[in-house]
């Protein structure tokens, strides 16, 4: 290989690596929602939902939720997300909203795992957390049936002015993939 193309090579490796590097960085980022879905839109955050669900009223949220949609099958809720706000006093960063999100999941689940993640906010990537869980549902009517088997995924963190949000999606096992899971978390967007 001559000079001249090993030279060209290196400068298009550098580029390359630029490239990405500017894309990996930087701020006022936007979330990436997948073609097909839908956005539950809040004053303090955006999240996509998967094709399928509909945005519903809130019900029996309590006081913290702002936002809802559900994935119905035969007549049957088998997913749901919920965006909440506020939902605890003095959690101020991701770690304190993570250990307020745990704090809330039912008696009888099984946390399996904690992960670090970032979201898209208006001045770049800001920290936060995502609790994976499973559970049994108890039966509610309709819902699926008793007994079923759940997963569950919860996106804590704070917005920019360090108040605490909380996404729950729980879903029949199975119905919702790990890329689905996955595209809900990098759909998140701060405000």
Same mark, same amino acid.
């Given at each position: 290989?001559?000079? $001249?193309? =090993? $030279?060209?090579?290196?400068?298009?490796?550098?580029?390359?690596?630029?490239?990405?590097? @500017?894309?990996?960085?930087?701020?006022?980022?936007?979330?990436?929602?997948p073609?097909?879905?839908? @956005?539950?839109?809040?004053?303090?955050?955006?999240?996509?939902?998967?094709?399928?669900?509909?945005?519903?009223?809130?019900?029996?949220?309590?006081?913290?939720?702002?936002? =809802?949609?559900?994935?119905?099958?035969?007549?049957?809720?088998?997913?749901?997300? @919920?965006?909440e706000?506020?939902f605890?006093?003095?959690?101020?960063?991701?770690?304190?909203?993570?250990?307020?999100?745990?704090?809330?999941?039912?008696?009888?689940? @099984?946390?399996?795992?904690?992960?670090?993640?970032?979201?898209?906010?208006?001045?770049?990537?800001?920290?936060?957390?995502?609790?994976?869980?499973?559970?049994t549902? $108890?039966?509610?009517?309709?819902g699926?049936?008793?007994?079923?088997?759940?997963?569950?995924?919860m996106?804590?963190?704070?917005?920019?002015?360090? =108040?605490p949000?909380?996404?729950?999606?729980?879903?029949?096992k199975?119905?919702?993939?790990?890329?689905?899971?996955?595209?809900?978390?990098?759909?998140v967007?701060?405000?």
């Open positions: 290989m001559s000079w $001249r193309s =090993r $030279r060209g090579l290196c400068a298009a490796a550098v580029g390359l690596a630029g490239a990405l590097l @500017t894309g990996c960085g930087g701020g006022g980022e936007a979330a990436q929602v073609e097909g879905w839908g @956005t539950l839109k809040t004053e303090r955050l955006t999240v996509a939902y998967p094709q399928g669900f509909e945005e519903t009223a809130s019900r029996d949220g309590g006081p913290y939720e702002v936002a =809802r949609a559900t994935l119905t099958e035969k007549g049957r809720m088998t997913a749901s997300m @919920t965006v706000f506020d605890g006093k003095g959690l101020n960063d991701a770690d304190m909203a993570a250990g307020g999100a745990k704090a809330r999941i039912q008696l009888g689940a @099984t946390p399996v795992k904690t992960t670090e993640i970032e979201v898209a906010g208006p001045g770049g990537r800001e920290e936060a957390r995502r609790i994976d869980y499973s559970f549902f $108890r039966g509610k009517e309709g699926p049936p008793e007994g079923t088997e759940m997963d569950g995924v996106l804590a963190g704070v917005d920019t002015e360090q =108040r949000y909380l996404i729950t999606v729980n879903s029949v199975g119905t919702l993939s790990e890329r689905d899971v996955a595209d809900i978390a990098g759909s967007e701060l405000k």
